[in-house]
């Protein structure tokens, strides 16, 4: 049972005029001291036996503005998240990290969702919980540094070697392309909850490795590891970074041993890369057989299915909307005026990051490592999602949200010099100012609350501490209270209540450890009828003692522990007919 909520302080939010000038500044530095042809110099330390490298003042001066960069754009986005509000998705994921932080680092007894996220979010969130304790505003505040890295990432990757007006203009436009995510649908995909998009941090630091360190054997070992380790967080993985590595690692090698008929020795560094990035499945697989040996979590197996032909053309309506949805440019629905003249503007960044991307593939075998993978990984990740059963709804798009970094970063690294000869900066300067208006009516949301706000009290005022709930209704509130009051999620079968079999820990619905007399209904999601009813908790439990309606939720009491008849929850087989599609994502396995 979760500890009671430990005190913290409240981040601040600052304005957005604050901001707007941290991104313009990257790398300036170091372009006007050697503009001004300044040669100062750190004095050297002189010890004897020791020799300290000298530090020029244009590197201390760039590192200085990526810090103040880092910081104001998580002070910004942290604001950004909070206007999403946190869900079950999110909570899941915070109480199990503040399990692991309380003695149960492998997870045991926890089933969790298709996606493990154990070496990567799960991490994040028990350091923030180290700090801040047990509440919703862990997940707003992961979000934001999650999205804030993969920014800056996205800027040192569109930077490369560059310097000088360069790698101003690469950095601000890789970094400008991801500045505002739309407001509503756009903010829930890039920032609800731990995702995909967080999947996508030790590839690109995968990718930044291979293109800054030195062509050696130990790098690419050192890549192959990142990407177990993020295979084991995610699945997504496969097709964002370790398909684009071996892929690109084997075009390079047949044009250098074909084409050119050079020797091996020429692709060495590829064949290393290659053979220490292809294991990482099993490497993956192997971790979580393991863990799951030793009694720690399972992970619900996921068989990748393929779209039928019919379904191919809805797959690429919804990947079409989609991408718009990423890039911040879905102006459908919006009513035409200036906000949807703001989604509109978006078209560039989006267009931008269709160039590149079409311009490294066309030149494929002449283009530096680092290109070929963010290329590689846009059209792989792109194929895959359009090709499966994936793409059946705009929620889905969580799946491709790889997308949008792997394709600021290659707009920034691809296009800026042809833009600075095109004369085509002060256009782009614009279209920015357009970019941080959207950013600033993203910062002037008031915070959302979290999902079932107000239950979690009204629960906890009448004593009503354990019980039983819908996944959506069950975890938030958990969480919302600090573990003050706890819901565990139940679904109906047939006329048997029985445990929920997704992001849920087995002693929870122990008899002997824990004592629920409640459950809290509320109507099924549209395209899910195994929420409980009225009806099946009084065939299930008997007559309550009494019954509350509190706005929309249904609070049913009894005199007696309902977990001695509830009992072990498992999928339903799988049907040939699903039905429509919901309209939120819901937690249920494929083939449910």
């Known amino acids: 049972i979760p500890a009671p909520r430990r005190p913290g302080m409240r981040l601040p939010v600052i304005p957005i005029g604050v901001t707007a000038a941290a991104i313009l500044v990257i790398s300036a530095p170091r372009l006007l001291l050697r503009r001004a042809s300044l040669s100062l110099r750190v004095p050297r330390l002189r010890v004897r036996g020791l020799r300290v490298p000298r530090l020029r003042l244009a590197t201390v001066g760039a590192a200085i503005t990526w810090a103040v960069a880092a910081v104001t754009l998580f002070v910004i986005y942290l604001h950004v998240a909070r206007t999403s509000a946190v869900t079950s998705d999110g909570a899941s994921n915070a109480l199990q990290a503040w399990d692991m932080l309380h003695g149960n680092p492998l997870l045991r007894g926890w089933q969790l969702s298709d996606v493990s996220f154990y070496p990567t979010e799960l991490v994040q969130y028990l350091l923030i919980e180290r700090l801040r304790g047990l509440t919703a505003d862990v997940v707003p505040i992961a979000s934001a540094m999650t999205y804030t890295l993969l920014a800056l990432l996205a800027a040192l990757l569109a930077k490369g070697r560059a310097t000088g007006r360069d790698a101003i203009v690469r950095c601000v436009l890789a970094a400008g392309i991801m500045a505002a995510p739309q407001l509503g649908d756009g903010i829930y995909v890039l920032m609800g909850s731990p995702d995909h998009i967080g999947s996508t941090v030790p590839v690109m630091v995968t990718f930044l490795l291979l293109d800054r360190a030195p062509r050696r054997w130990y790098t690419a070992v050192a890549a192959g590891l990142l990407l177990s380790v993020g295979l084991v967080a995610d699945g997504i993985v496969l097709y964002t970074g370790i398909m684009p590595v071996v892929a690109i690692c084997a075009v390079r090698i047949y044009r250098s041993r074909i084409q050119l008929k050079k020797r091996w020795r020429a692709s060495s560094f590829e064949l290393v890369l290659a053979a220490a990035t292809a294991p990482a499945i099993w490497l993956a697989r192997t971790a979580l057989t393991m863990i799951a040996s030793h009694g720690g979590f399972r992970v619900w197996p996921v068989s990748p299915l393929l779209a039928a032909p019919s379904d191919l053309g809805r797959s690429l309506a919804v990947t079409g909307r989609g991408l718009l949805l990423l890039f911040g440019a879905n102006f459908f629905g919006h009513p035409a005026g200036f906000v949807a003249a703001l989604a509109i503007a978006h078209l560039t960044g989006l267009g931008l990051a269709a160039w590149a991307t079409c311009a490294t593939i066309r030149r494929l075998s002449r283009s530096d490592l680092a290109a070929a993978l963010l290329a590689a990984g846009i059209v792989l990740t792109l194929t895959a999602y359009l090709l499966s059963t994936r793409a059946d709804d705009l929620a889905s798009t969580r799946d491709i949200t790889a997308v949008l970094p792997f394709g600021a ?31 600033g009516r993203l910062v002037t949301q008031p915070p959302a609350q979290p999902e079932s706000a107000g ?68 109507p099924s999601p549209p395209g899910f009828k195994r929420y409980p009813t009225v009806a099946s908790v ?41 039905g429509t599609p919901p309209a939120t994502p819901l937690p249920v396995p494929p083939g449910e």
């Open 538 to 578: 009084r065939r299930s439990f008997g007559p309550p003692l009494r019954i509350y309606y509190v706005n929309s939720y249904t609070i049913v009491v009894w005199n007696k522990n309902l977990l001695d008849d509830v009992i072990r929850g498992r999928p339903l087989p799988p049907r040939t007919n699903s």
């Open 455 to 522: 239950l979690g009290s009204w629960l906890a005022a009448r004593h009503l501490t354990y019980g039983l709930a819908g996944y959506w209704n069950a975890n938030i509130t958990t969480l919302d209270t600090g573990g003050r009051v706890n819901l565990r999620s139940v679904l109906a079968n047939g006329t048997q209540i029985t445990s929920d079999y997704w992001e849920v820990k087995s002693d929870w619905f122990d008899p002997a450890v824990s004592y629920a007399n409640f459950i809290v209904l509320v």
């Open 409 to 439: 970063a290659l707009a920034g690294r691809a296009l800026a010099g042809r833009l600075i000869r095109a004369r085509l900066v002060p256009a782009l300067a614009v279209v920015l100012i357009g970019y941080l208006i959207s950013l």
